[in-house]
């Protein structure tokens, strides 16, 4: 019922850019936090960045000061502005989605994830 799609993925060369997208759809009545997360292989799933909603930002250490997360909240969208990508940061990356439903429960969706590489 509840969907997340992602968009903006791909491959960079060190210290470009690039701008995820996360666009939220379905039958709900509001979506708390909002973020990303990002896996790598070997590693487990590491926080990228959260924008509750009405509330402030959180950022993973090794993106503090490269990335930045905003929220539309009237297109239930949310973006990650990347940039001085370095190598390490390739890894799928995860939307998520607190919705909250009609009957007040709160239920984390998953986008299907995007791949970002970044490689010379």
């Known amino acids: 019922q509840v969907q997340l799609v992602e968009s903006g993925g791909g491959l960079v060369q060190p210290g470009g850019s690039l701008r995820l997208s996360c666009a939220a759809s379905?039958?709900?009545?509001?979506?708390?936090?909002m973020g990303w997360y990002r896996q790598a292989p070997g590693n487990q799933r590491e926080l990228v960045a959260t924008?509750?909603?009405?509330?402030?930002?959180s950022y993973g250490e090794p993106v503090k000061g490269r990335f930045t997360i905003t929220r539309d909240n009237a297109k239930n969208t949310i973006y990650l502005q990347m940039n001085s990508l370095k190598p390490e940061d390739t890894a799928v990356y995860y939307c998520?989605?607190?919705?909250?439903?009609?009957?007040?429960?709160?239920?984390?969706?998953w986008g299907q994830g995007t791949q970002v590489t970044v490689s010379s």
């Open positions: 998520l989605g607190d919705v909250r439903t009609f009957g007040n429960f709160v239920v984390r969706y």
């Open positions: 924008f509750p909603s009405g509330g402030r930002t």
């Open positions: 379905g039958n709900f009545f509001s979506i708390d936090t």
